[in-house]
C-alpha cells in the first residue's frame, strides 16, 4: 500500500504543476498514468510541438516544458505509477481514498485530483476513402519525429492550433507543406492563423480553405490525396504524407462510474477550488469543464494553484493555512 496525501491522476503538465503547488504546502503527491512515460499527451503525442503560450517561454517545445516541470517538483520527491490505468475507488471510513490500478497497485490518500487531460483518447479520423488502408504507410496523426518529415510533401488537415503549429513548424522541415481546412477561418490562436496565412502569401505553403477530403491512394505507401473544393470540383495532390489533425475523442473510463456530474465526457466543477460534487475529488486540466472554460495549459496551472489550497484543509485539518512566500525554496504554510 502506497501511502500519500494527493493522488494524482495524470502526470501530464497540469498534473506535474500540481506536485509544484502542493508541494509549497508541504503535502505528498503520488501520480498515475495509464501511459508508460511521465508528460501525458505532450509526450505521447506531440513532444517536439512548439508551444507559444507559457509565460516566460516564448516558444518552448512540449518535451522540454515536461523536463523543465520535473526539475521543478524534483524537491518534492513525488512517487510515480506509470503503465497502469485506475480501476477503482474505494472511499474510507475517516473520508480517505483507497485508489487501485489494473494491476493491483493500491495508494491510500486524503485527496484524490483528476488531471487526466482528456481521459483516455484516441485521434478524431476522418471518414475518407482508403484511409485505413495507409495508417502507419504515409497517414499520421501525430508528429512524434519532424526529421522524419525532412525534404517530404506533407499534407496536413484542420483548422484548430495543432494544424496551424505544425503547418508552421514543417514549412523549414519539408519539401512542400499543404494545409487543407474546411473553413475559410481558423479556431486557432490569430496570430498562429496569421503566420500562415503570410507563409501561404509568400508561396511558401500551400493553403486550401474552404475543402474536404476525400480519399487517399498509393501503391503500398501513401501518394496522393484528393479534395473537393467549394466549387464541387475534385482536386489531387501529390504527397508522402497526410496528417489530419482533427482533435482527439475523449474516453472517461472507469472514472466514468465515480459519481461524478459529467457533461459531455467532461467533469463539472466548481471553479472557486475545481472540486467535483464528491468530497475531497477534484478535477483540474482538459478533464474538467465549467462556464468559461478554456483547455489551455496556464489555465490548467491555475486551476492546480486554487485546487491545493481546497486540498489543505483534508491534509491537515487541524492547521489553518497561513500562505506566506519567502525569499526561499518554498513557504510557510502554517
Given at each position: 500500500?502506497?501511502?500519500?496525501d494527493?493522488?494524482?491522476?495524470?502526470?501530464?503538465p497540469?498534473?506535474?504543476?500540481?506536485?509544484?503547488e502542493?508541494g509549497?504546502?508541504?503535502?505528498?503527491?503520488h501520480l498515475i498514468d495509464t501511459?508508460?512515460q511521465?508528460?501525458?499527451q505532450?509526450?505521447e503525442?506531440?513532444?517536439q510541438?512548439?508551444?507559444?503560450?507559457?509565460?516566460g517561454y516564448?516558444?518552448?517545445?512540449?518535451?522540454?516544458l515536461v523536463?523543465?516541470?520535473?526539475?521543478?517538483?524534483?524537491p518534492f520527491?513525488p512517487?510515480f505509477t506509470?503503465?497502469?490505468?485506475?480501476?477503482s475507488?474505494e472511499?474510507q471510513?475517516?473520508?480517505?481514498?483507497?485508489?487501485?490500478?489494473?494491476?493491483g497497485?493500491?495508494?491510500?490518500?486524503?485527496?484524490?485530483?483528476?488531471a487526466?487531460?482528456l481521459?483516455?483518447f484516441e485521434p478524431?479520423k476522418?471518414?475518407?476513402?482508403?484511409?485505413?488502408?495507409?495508417?502507419g504507410?504515409?497517414?499520421?496523426?501525430?508528429v512524434?519525429?519532424?526529421?522524419?518529415?525532412?525534404d517530404?510533401?506533407v499534407?496536413?488537415?484542420g483548422?484548430?492550433?495543432?494544424?496551424?503549429?505544425?503547418t508552421?513548424?514543417l514549412?523549414d522541415i519539408?519539401?512542400?507543406v499543404?494545409?487543407?481546412?474546411?473553413?475559410?477561418?481558423?479556431?486557432?490562436?490569430?496570430?498562429?492563423?496569421?503566420?500562415?496565412h503570410?507563409?501561404?502569401?509568400?508561396?511558401?505553403?500551400?493553403?486550401?480553405?474552404q475543402?474536404?477530403?476525400?480519399?487517399?491512394?498509393?501503391n503500398?505507401?501513401?501518394k496522393?490525396?484528393?479534395f473537393i473544393?467549394?466549387d464541387?470540383?475534385t482536386?489531387?495532390?501529390q504527397?508522402?504524407?497526410?496528417?489530419?489533425?482533427?482533435?482527439?475523442?475523449?474516453?472517461?473510463?472507469?472514472?466514468?462510474?465515480?459519481?461524478?456530474n459529467?457533461d459531455?465526457s467532461?467533469?463539472q466543477?466548481?471553479?472557486?477550488d475545481?472540486s467535483t460534487?464528491v468530497?475531497?475529488i477534484y478535477?483540474?486540466?482538459?478533464?474538467?469543464?465549467?462556464?468559461g472554460?478554456?483547455?489551455?495549459i496556464?489555465?490548467?496551472f491555475?486551476?492546480?494553484?486554487?485546487?491545493?489550497?481546497?486540498?489543505?484543509?483534508?491534509?491537515?485539518?487541524d492547521?489553518?493555512?497561513?500562505?506566506?512566500?519567502?525569499?526561499?525554496y518554498?513557504?510557510?504554510?502554517?
Amino acid at each position: 500500500m502506497i501511502s500519500t496525501d494527493i493522488c494524482i491522476i495524470g502526470a501530464g503538465p497540469v498534473g506535474l504543476f500540481a506536485v509544484f503547488e502542493a508541494g509549497l504546502l508541504k503535502m505528498r503527491c503520488h501520480l498515475i498514468d495509464t501511459l508508460p512515460q511521465i508528460g501525458g499527451q505532450l509526450s505521447e503525442i506531440y513532444p517536439q510541438k512548439p508551444i507559444y503560450d507559457i509565460p516566460g517561454y516564448p516558444e518552448i517545445k512540449a518535451q522540454e516544458l515536461v523536463e523543465r516541470l520535473m526539475e521543478q517538483i524534483a524537491p518534492f520527491d513525488p512517487g510515480f505509477t506509470l503503465g497502469e490505468r485506475v480501476e477503482s475507488l474505494e472511499k474510507q471510513e475517516d473520508g480517505s481514498f483507497i485508489v487501485g490500478t489494473n494491476d493491483g497497485t493500491q495508494v491510500h490518500c486524503q485527496v484524490v485530483v483528476i488531471a487526466g487531460g482528456l481521459g483516455c483518447f484516441e485521434p478524431r479520423k476522418p471518414e475518407i476513402q482508403g484511409l485505413l488502408d495507409f495508417e502507419g504507410k504515409g497517414v499520421e496523426y501525430m508528429v512524434k519525429k519532424p526529421e522524419n518529415f525532412r525534404d517530404k510533401r506533407v499534407v496536413l488537415a484542420g483548422g484548430g492550433d495543432s494544424a496551424l503549429d505544425w503547418t508552421i513548424f514543417l514549412a523549414d522541415i519539408a519539401e512542400r507543406v499543404t494545409l487543407i481546412h474546411r473553413g475559410d477561418t481558423f479556431r486557432g490562436a490569430p496570430d498562429s492563423a496569421e503566420k500562415v496565412h503570410e507563409l501561404a502569401s509568400k508561396g511558401k505553403i500551400d493553403l486550401i480553405l474552404q475543402s474536404n477530403l476525400l480519399s487517399v491512394g498509393g501503391n503500398g505507401s501513401l501518394k496522393e490525396v484528393s479534395f473537393i473544393g467549394r466549387d464541387q470540383v475534385t482536386r489531387t495532390v501529390q504527397t508522402d504524407y497526410l496528417i489530419p489533425l482533427f482533435g482527439l475523442s475523449p474516453k472517461l473510463g472507469p472514472i466514468a462510474g465515480w459519481g461524478l456530474n459529467i457533461d459531455k465526457s467532461a467533469i463539472q466543477v466548481d471553479t472557486f477550488d475545481y472540486s467535483t460534487n464528491v468530497e475531497r475529488i477534484y478535477a483540474i486540466g482538459d478533464i474538467n469543464t465549467y462556464p468559461g472554460k478554456l483547455k489551455l495549459i496556464l489555465c490548467g496551472f491555475h486551476e492546480a494553484a486554487l485546487m491545493v489550497q481546497s486540498a489543505f484543509k483534508y491534509v491537515y485539518p487541524d492547521q489553518k493555512l497561513s500562505f506566506k512566500y519567502t525569499t526561499v525554496y518554498g513557504v510557510n504554510a502554517f
